[in-house]
């Protein structure tokens, strides 16, 4: 049987070098912030009831993330260093038999699978702890990993303290650590604030433990990215874009059609079904989901939505919080804004917008309208031009339109109105009044002609 499993998340820095108002842990890649990153790959190996991040600038936003999650809290008043980080666990988290697994809130990148193989390895090899390590081809300002010929870490020298010949290693540390428990709480007061900056550093506990016969495996990553650390709005655009590409290499190898995948962005809960193509420039945010064998078209935005099988998306089309149903066609330009419903088959063109609007079936609106809080009945059009006034400056006013109507070109439908089944609205009309079944509706003045006006009006010109 497992031993229990604790994770502590170090996420109590401002981040000076982010030049920042904003905590680095709150920042966002791959459109989650980093301390979501690690607290979502921490519950792939426990609980998040067994997960404890350390809090310390704006520990408030940090905690509002978190509050329907389960996680804990614990306040680091001093940042006194990563030991001093782990050391005010102590109190919650002392008497918790088990494994500690120590994480860091700006290191978003280290993934389920290696985290596993962290506790696999702790497992197999019965260390006090084990370490993640890596390689780097410039390794500058990275504690050096010495490993003995019994292939266990004896230490970890910082740059500052290293020989010319420890220098040149390129194995460095990457502070990730998994502890029995019952070795970590033991030996953390042994560590002392023996540096430049008076801090108390975990890496201290390899020292720690190697001199009290203690063994610290290694674990080796051979993805170094797995474990950039952010500390700068450099690497923060470094990391969004491997938490991009890591999201587009899942949709192809599931069967989507990426035309130009460094130029997309997918966020990370977005799904997205076989045979689906999406063109270059596209945005899938938040948790859209697409159907299968859609074509979304080049620079369309869609947000929080559910888009349906067989859909045509034309360029540069924005959705956001809408549900299209299967075979429509939406675009080019149009913009879904929120809360819509557009049925199967039903054509939204170009420079349409909908807001609150129920487009049945077969329903088209191809050009040029505006549809708010509305419903439209199946199979109806809507010419272009058309507009439904629905705020009256204080309330908001509903628009029906019934099955197999037609809405004759630049029509203004004026809320609260009806338009009944199989009716007709005449041309340039505006409608202020109930529409019933199958009627013509005409609300525009009579045209007038004045023959030889525009004539005389020249020629009184001409004299002046």
């Known amino acids: 049987m497992e031993s229990r499993v604790e994770v502590i998340i170090l996420a109590a820095g401002l981040g000076t070098r982010m030049k920042s108002k904003l905590a680095k842990v709150l920042h966002r890649a791959g459109s989650l ?11 792939t190996i426990t609980s998040p009831g067994s997960i404890t991040i350390v809090t310390g600038h704006q520990t408030e936003r940090v ?61 197999e090899s019965g260390a006090a702890a084990t370490m993640i390590s890596t390689e780097l081809k410039d390794p500058t300002g990275y504690g050096r990993v010495i490993v003995g010929e019994d292939g266990y870490v004896r230490a970890v020298v910082e740059q500052k303290a290293a020989t010319p010949e420890q220098l040149a290693i390129k194995r460095i540390n990457s502070g990730i650590y998994c502890f029995q428990a019952d070795r970590l709480w033991p030996y953390l007061d042994l560590i002392r604030p023996n540096n430049a900056a008076n801090e108390y550093y975990l890496t201290d506990m390899v020292e720690v433990l190697h001199k009290d016969g203690q063994r610290v495996a290694e674990l080796f990553l ?18 969004d874009r491997v938490f991009r590409t890591r999201k587009t290499r899942e949709l192809m190898l599931a069967g989507v059609t990426i035309e130009r995948p460094e130029t997309v962005i997918i ?21 859209t989901q697409i159907g299968e064998e859609c074509r979304i ?36 330009y149009s913009r879904l804004r929120t809360d819509n419903e557009v049925g199967a088959g039903a054509h939204v063109g170009n420079f349409v917008e909908l807001k609150k609007t129920h487009l049945a079936a077969g329903a088209k609106a191809n050009h040029l309208a505006y549809l708010g809080d509305s419903t439209v009945g199946e199979k109806t059009n809507i010419g272009a031009g058309t507009i439904t006034c ?31 089944d199989g009716s007709y609205v005449g041309a340039a009309s505006v409608i202020t009044n109930n529409v019933p079944e199958d009627a ?10 004045k023959e030889g006006w525009a004539a005389a009006r020249r020629g009184k010109i001409k004299k002046t």
Do not use: W
């Open 267 to 287: 966020d990370a809960d977005v799904c997205v079904g076989m045979d689906t193509i999406i063109e270059q420039g596209v945005r899938l945010l938040g948790n």
């Open 297 to 332: 078209g080049v620079n369309s935005v869609i947000e929080n939505s559910v888009i349906g099988d067989r859909v045509h998306i034309a360029p540069l089309t924005m959705i956001n919080r809408s549900h299209v149903a299967e075979d429509a066609r939406i675009g080019p």
């Open 63 to 123: 905690e509002e993330l978190f509050k329907s999650r389960g996680v804990r809290f614990v306040y680091q008043k001093e940042q006194l260093g990563t030991g001093h980080a782990v050391m005010v666990c102590r109190e919650k988290l002392e008497n918790i038999p088990g494994r500690v697994v120590i994480l860091y809130g700006d290191c978003p990148l280290l993934s389920p699978v290696a985290l596993k193989e962290l506790l696999k390895r702790q497992q």
């Open 33 to 43: 912030t980093l301390i979501e990153h690690v607290v979502n790959a921490a519950c």
């Open 390 to 420: 629905n705020y009256d400056g204080v309330h908001k006013h509903q628009t029906r339109i019934g099955k197999g109507a037609f809405v004759g070109s630049n029509s203004t439908l004026v809320a609260p109105v009806s338009i009944g």
């Open 222 to 239: 051979s993805d170094a990215s797995e474990l950039l650390g952010i500390n700068t709005r450099i690497e923060l655009a470094e990391a």
């Open 440 to 449: 013509l509706a005409l609300g525009r003045a009579h045209q007038v002609i």
